[in-house]
């Protein structure tokens, strides 16, 4: 299954679909699923390998701990359940189950970032990837539309090791053509510029090409990478970029702390230190409303990243 | 000798080992590994197909030490079954050790990471579900301790392995009835172990833990019962073989190393003397 540019698609459906296109090529792939297979979309793999599927029921925990015990004998083991439950309820079976003996786990849940956005704040994983890229050895993903889902969901598979991948609730336009190849571990360079360097990942990507066109119209050219990965990081596409552009606007449906913001700043503070506007969430929670207003409201729309830009490159004058 | 008197042997050489570790290493947790000395002797040495010079052989049978601070008496039956040198059992919990405080799947012989309570039946949920998916026959044995029934995951593993009909699974409940803060009754009453099993559709064995025959014929049972997994609540003695901390919860880690080197001395003369079994196996 292909996704056509322009189309708006929630990731978590790529997922479902792409999981059985996986199970079809791949006999060693099991799925857990924690009952929200309707919405997680795990429900396409169970009615197609109903011998490879294990709904455990509402028990995240014992889910990753099942999921660890059946990748110590060979399988690689699926986990589908939403961002929070599964970064923090089964935080410390990811943790001491799954990374510490490096299984192949590969945890993939929906509803990150706001993209849940009516359900509230208990649904609203906006912590995860920095508690997840805390984890030694964990790796940390999180593709910008179904196209990318589908890929890195394959490379997740041949991957040696435990992974997070993080997908959306709600849809995110594709932006990708089904040509493109996708590297754990390396970026992707959407769109050239010398200004400034737009550092995006997931449901955000969209949003920083969005506030790059913006800027272009004040002959502003911003510089656009998609970080898929968020660990581990590429250090050199953010280098070369850098170099150029001399600062940085991270741009994540998390919050700063420890995300992609986190991850950026920790790597430019000790490789090329410039100046980095972190856009997110800053020290708060969100609340239930529409997907967009929200990011308006907490501080992340597209108009908010075009003046973290804006923000960034007149601070480049009082560093170097 | 016969198969009873040899497996007691063994038991009693994994707790001169257990001792002598925890001894050695000035840290440990001899309570809850003495308590479960006569089922890991009757699991390593008569019940489980392994293959000490084949750890990862993918059709043995596995062992999850749920209780996982029990460790020193599971080093010690892999030790004394071939997997690592005896020489090992003096490095446990020093840097650079294979012999890690808590059973890490590094540690040749050791099937699952563990230590951090509750999670080991969810584990075996998951290899059993794996060995059915690959028509495989061999079985699961969780080994679990009283403390960690307290955690909320392993009733959810519980309803799992009945849910799933997991009787290539069993668990081995080593009930001695004590944990770290004091008894289970008075730190979190559990009511009837049996009936709580029973309610969740598991077949429920009763026996001596200490008891060889009873082992031996509890594993047999379990074998025989098809559909639903099966549970041996093991009744057992905290500090089983050292006399002064036998029963003694403040005993489940090492309290005072001084007084347990010289038991360990005492043992290693005690055992020296009593049969030839143990004489070039003493260290």
């Known amino acids: 299954m292909t996704y056509k540019t322009g189309d708006w698609i929630p990731t978590r459906d790529a997922y479902g679909e792409a999981l059985c296109e996986l199970g079809e090529k791949n006999k060693k792939v099991v799925v857990f699923e924690a009952d929200i297979s309707k919405s997680t979309r795990t429900n396409l793999f169970g009615k197609k390998f109903p011998e490879r599927y294990f709904n455990v029921g509402v028990a995240e925990q014992n889910e990753m701990a099942i999921a660890a015990g059946a990748a110590m004998c060979g399988k690689i083991s699926f986990v589908s359940t939403y961002a929070v439950f599964a970064s923090m309820r089964a935080c410390e079976q990811v943790r001491t189950f799954v990374a510490y003996p490096h299984l192949n786990v590969k945890i993939c849940p929906s509803h990150g970032g706001i993209t849940p956005a009516n359900d509230g704040v208990t649904h609203q994983g906006t912590e995860d990837l920095g508690i997840m890229r805390t984890i030694p050895g964990m790796t940390v993903l999180m593709p910008a539309d179904a196209n990318a889902t589908k890929k890195l969901l394959f490379a997740a598979a041949e991957w040696d090791g435990p992974v997070y991948l993080r997908l959306t609730r709600d849809s995110v336009p594709i932006i990708y053509d089904e040509k493109t190849d996708f590297t754990i571990g390396k970026g992707i360079l959407l769109r050239e510029g010398k200004d400034v360097t737009i550092i995006a990942l997931g449901d955000m990507v969209s949003k920083a090409l969005d506030a790059a066109n913006l800027l272009s119209t004040e002959e502003i050219s911003a510089e656009v990478i998609d970080m898929h990965t968020i660990k581990p990081l590429d250090g050199d596409i953010i280098l070369n970029s850098v170099k150029k552009t001399r600062t940085v606007v991270t741009v994540e449906d998390h919050q700063v702390e420890c995300g992609l913001g986190g991850a950026v700043s920790e790597f430019l503070g000790e490789n090329y230190p410039v100046p980095v506007r972190r856009i997110g969430f800053r020290n708060t929670f969100a609340e239930s409303g529409e997907y967009e207003l929200l990011l308006e409201k907490y501080g992340m729309s597209v108009k908010h990243i075009t003046a973290g830009c804006l923000n960034s490159i007149k601070m480049k004058g009082k560093i170097r | ?283």
Request: aromatic share 10%; charged share 25%; glycine share 8%.
């Open chain 2, 1 to 283: 000798m016969n198969k009873k008197e040899e497996l007691e042997r063994w038991a009693q050489l994994l707790r001169y080992d257990v001792v002598r570790m925890i001894s050695n290493a000035n840290s440990g947790h001899p309570g809850g590994s003495l308590s479960a000395a006569d089922i890991a002797a009757c699991l390593y040495f008569n019940e489980m197909n392994i293959r000490p010079d084949e750890p990862d052989w993918p059709d043995r049978d596995r062992f999850i030490l749920s209780k996982g601070h029990a460790a020193p008496v599971l080093y010690a039956a892999l030790a004394r079954k071939g997997y690592f040198s005896i020489e090992t059992l003096k490095t446990l919990r020093t840097a650079g050790s294979m012999l890690q405080g808590h059973p890490d799947i590094h540690t040749p012989g050791v099937d699952m990471t563990t230590g951090c309570l509750g999670q080991g039946l969810s584990a075996g949920c998951g290899m059993a579900l794996s060995a059915r998916l690959d028509k495989k026959s061999y079985r699961v044995y969780v080994m679990m301790g009283c403390g960690e029934m307290n955690e909320g995951q392993v009733w959810e593993s519980v309803m799992s392995a009945a849910h799933f009909k997991l009787d290539n699974i069993l668990v081995i409940l080593d009930y001695n009835q004590l944990q770290f803060d004091g008894s289970v009754r008075e730190v979190l009453n559990p009511g009837s172990m049996k009936k709580r099993w029973e309610g969740f559709n598991w077949n429920v064995i009763e026996i001596n833990g200490h008891d060889i025959n009873e082992i031996l014929s509890s594993f047999k049972k379990a074998k025989e019962t098809k559909d639903i997994p099966t549970v041996i609540i093991a009744d057992t003695i905290k500090g089983r073989g050292v006399k002064f901390i036998e029963k003694d919860y403040m005993w489940h880690s090492l309290m005072d190393n001084k007084k347990f080197t010289e038991y360990a001395e005492q043992m290693r003369e005690e055992l020296k003397n009593a049969d030839s079994f143990y004489a070039d196996r003493l260290w």
